[in-house]
């Protein structure tokens, strides 16, 4: 960071690229070749991509006058056709790279062919979906190709994001990587904040409670359906603790260099549907998806005969619902396997993309049924009935998570429903299983206490950042805060002799 600043502006880019190749090489040297492989593909071509365009615009251009609507049009086709095919060429040579290394073991386990010692590059579904993205804006024209190799090295690589994203797009990320940005004391003190709360998340709480979480799922058949039900709560809350916390470090980070990496979480347990929640959670895969999967499936001229079909069948409700409803749907299953190469993930994808297809079908009863009722949105009980629906529709996904398969996560649901003991909580046994003393249960209750304040408080000010708000209290405040929440760590993180540090969850993506 020191460095960054002291380096004229037009060059503190190389140290962010020093940086991030650095990291990388530390991280995971041996197959650094791959994150290099995806960088020049995607350099290669979306440099021939843009020529393409550049130039087939300007012969576009030169024939206006001369060409007759008939001579255009076929021009037109035959540059769209062969704009297609550079850019499905890239898209399939990167996807094919990730696909092959995370999915072939699935399906050979599944079909019976021999499986291979495959391994995951740190962070290449990340930096994958990333370079991508890039490449289908180029397509569509939203900018040039960066000419740099250097520089563009630097946006697939960049050492914050990589770990766990968020997952960026070009046009609002590549700006603040090479313009070097101005020193401002707020951007450091608030990076810092940021940093020490991902910090307080992660290793207070979420590295708590792994070791509990992995003995109940990996014996379940041995335990009660209370524990097992306990286990799934609780990994709502590690997932999130974990995942978010990850996130706020890497944010944090590249606010050290007064790079504004996009938001990642919005407080998704707060949500009142499905659909809010996976608008609140891992905001920047869901934005991804939504630009460069769904909507080009619910505009494809496929969806939109099927939706014309179903109009002059069903009329104009379930033309306009049903194609985007069967979209979604296909996007969540591809969200799902994202999560991981396992058929569990598949079937967490369908239900959390089936709920949403039901509720978006049925949104219009639902809303006569509330009005018959006199439920205003407004009322506070109704509200809390929402969120605690939402959350238990969330923990029925959960479950495909934890499990090591799909038989094994119907059975634990099953198991949570039928043997639940509710009075068992309040047991010595429940928190010997879970592999925690009174003590540091107290711990984790008061320290998620404060992670819950510090969420509905930015739930009631979402103009701003507590952080923000802190930084204007003066240097008193700034440093008491830091002070609590860097001794916070130190104290009572989970870490040294005797601990077993935890990865982050989404490390291996």
Not at 110 to 121: E, M, Q, V, W
Not at 171 to 182: I, T
Not at 235 to 253: E, H, K, P, T
Not at 474 to 487: D, I, K, P, S, T
Request: charged share 20%; net charge positive.
């Amino acid at each position: 960071m020191v460095l960054y600043y002291l380096l004229p502006k037009k060059h503190r880019w190389c140290v962010l690229l020093a940086a991030s190749i650095g990291f990388y090489a530390i991280v995971c040297l041996k197959y650094i070749a791959f994150i290099i492989l995806t960088a020049m593909t995607t350099y290669g071509g979306g440099r021939w991509l843009s020529g393409y365009i550049e130039k087939t615009d300007a012969t576009l251009k030169e024939n206006k006058k001369t060409w007759t609507k008939e001579q255009k049009d076929s021009f037109k086709q035959n540059v769209t056709k062969h704009k297609k095919l550079i850019c499905a060429g890239i898209l399939i040579l990167n996807f094919g790279v990730l696909c092959f290394l995370k999915y072939y073991n699935m399906f050979a386990l599944t079909f019976g062919a021999p499986a291979l010692k495959l391994f995951l590059p740190l962070g290449i579904s990340f930096y994958t979906f990333q370079s991508m993205g890039y490449i289908i804006d180029i397509y569509r024209k939203k900018f040039t190709a960066e000419k740099n190799p250097l520089k563009l090295l630097l946006f697939v690589s960049f050492f914050p994001q990589i770990v766990q994203g968020p997952i960026s797009f070009y046009s609002s990320l590549a700006s603040q990587l090479y313009d070097g940005n101005d020193y401002d004391f707020k951007n450091i003190k608030e990076g810092v904040l940021l940093i020490c709360w991902g910090f307080f998340k992660k290793m207070i709480i979420a590295d708590r409670l792994v070791a509990g979480i992995t003995t109940i799922t990996e014996g379940y058949k041995e335990y009660s359906g209370t524990l097992v039900l306990g286990a799934a709560v609780i990994y709502a809350l590690q997932l999130y603790a974990d995942f978010s916390g990850g996130v706020d470090i890497s944010r944090g980070v590249s606010q050290l260099f007064g790079i504004d990496l996009a938001e990642n979480f919005r407080r998704p347990y707060f949500s009142r549907s499905i659909s809010e929640y996976w608008r609140r959670w891992h905001i920047t895969l869901g934005a991804w998806l939504k630009e460069y999967l769904f909507y080009p499936i619910a505009m494809s001229k496929l969806f939109m005969n099927f939706s014309k079909k179903l109009k002059a069948r069903f009329g104009m409700k379930i033309a306009k619902v049903l194609p985007v409803s069967i979209a979604s749907l296909i996007t969540f299953v591809i969200i799902g396997v994202w999560h991981g190469a396992n058929w569990k993930y598949a079937a967490f994808g369908v239900w959390n993309g089936g709920i949403i297809m039901i509720s978006t079908l049925l949104e219009e009863r639902f809303g006569i049924i509330k009005e018959k009722l006199k439920i205003k949105n407004e009322n506070k009980l109704f509200i809390a009935f929402q969120m605690i629906r939402t959350f238990l529709v969330v923990l029925v996904g959960y479950f495909f998570d934890i499990a090591a398969d799909f038989t094994s996560a119907m059975e634990m649901m099953a198991k949570s429903i039928y043997d639940l003991h509710i009075t068992e909580i309040f047991t010595r046994r429940f928190y010997e299983v879970i592999g925690l003393p009174i003590r540091e249960v107290l711990l984790v209750l008061l320290m998620t206490g404060v992670l819950l304040w510090v969420s509905i408080w930015q739930e009631r000010h979402k103009d701003t950042t507590l952080r923000a708000e802190i930084c204007k209290k003066g240097y008193a405040v700034e440093c008491l805060v830091f002070l609590l929440l860097f001794f916070s760590v130190v104290v009572f993180a989970s870490y040294g002799p005797g601990t077993d540090p935890a990865d982050f969850y989404y490390m291996q993506f």
